[in-house]
């Protein structure tokens, strides 16, 4: 018997959901959500890491669907409430695959699930052939956070090589389960000294005049030349969004690929 009645309590779960032809079925979602528009009628009965209990038993969910160690205690509080709890913890890009052949199953649509892998592997491939004729890749330095500097989860990292870019501090943003483990000091970006440098500062707007001016980062060279870029906070969701992240960053990559140093 598949559910009938489901929270989405990430903002990247009612593309999915949308994808596989069952978006009818949510009857809560996180205010954070943008996509797809048909879901923003839809009751808001959290935030991300926070969320009212009573507003999502009031929708008396079959299951809540919930996304990283930051909803923990949500999915904990929720367990106890009797709730049926699917806790996703994606890191790296080949996880949204795995999201979608899973919620494919929850649903009863495994076809639809396996459709969608297809397509969105076809784009990604596309973009990868493309970024590997580039006559140079780019250093790229992406910040999830400032205080501290926080550098990008797996899917990020995974993203910024297949654009064509080379991530400064890959091997942080493969093995770093946690932000805890993807902290980076001021020098250490001043020593990378990235090509280019993408934000998303997790929910709050970038400061792109105070990013530029702290110490020592005028020396870098994507501040010096002035390729310095705000991403949407979609970035920092593992759903099919991924795909529009990618080919912005191809598209900016690709301009830098080429240029002369």
């Known amino acids: 018997m598949y559910p009938e009645r489901i929270v989405c309590l990430a903002a990247e779960i009612p593309e999915i ?14 205010a954070y959500t943008t996509r797809p528009l048909e879901a923003l009628s ?9 969320g009212s209990i009573k507003k999502i038993l009031e929708t008396k969910p079959d299951v809540a669907i919930l996304t990283s160690a930051v909803q923990n205690g949500l999915a904990a509080a929720l367990g106890q409430a009797g709730i049926t709890v699917i806790h996703l913890y994606p890191q790296r890009l080949q996880d949204l695959f795995s999201t979608i052949s899973l919620l494919g199953n929850v649903v009863g649509a495994s076809d639809r699930a396996s459709a969608l892998n297809a397509r969105l592997q076809l784009a990604i491939d596309e973009v990868r052939v493309k970024a590997e004729r580039f006559p140079r890749r780019p250093r790229v330095y992406f910040e999830e956070w400032m205080d501290p500097l926080i550098t990008g989860i797996g899917w990020v990292s995974d993203l910024i090589e297949l654009a064509g870019g080379e991530d400064v501090f890959r091997a942080k943003a493969i093995e770093g389960l946690s932000a805890a483990d993807r902290v980076v000091k001021p020098d250490d970006v001043i020593a990378a000294d990235p090509d ?22 005028a020396q870098i060279a994507a501040v010096r030349e002035g390729h310095v870029y705000e991403l949407s906070g979609e970035v920092l969701q593992c759903g099919p969004m991924l795909i529009d992240t990618l080919y912005s960053l191809h598209q900016t990559i690709a301009k830098v690929a080429r240029s002369e140093r």
């Not at 959901?17 to 996180?30: H, K, M, W």
């Not at 839809?42 to 926070?50: D, R």
């Open 17 to 30: 959901l949308n994808e596989l032809g069952a978006l009818d079925r949510v009857v809560g979602i996180s």
């Open 42 to 50: 839809i009751p808001k009965v959290s935030g991300f890491q926070n």
């Open 196 to 217: 280019l440098v993408f934000a998303s500062w997790c929910g709050k707007p970038f400061r792109h005049p105070e990013f530029c001016e702290r110490p020592g980062f």
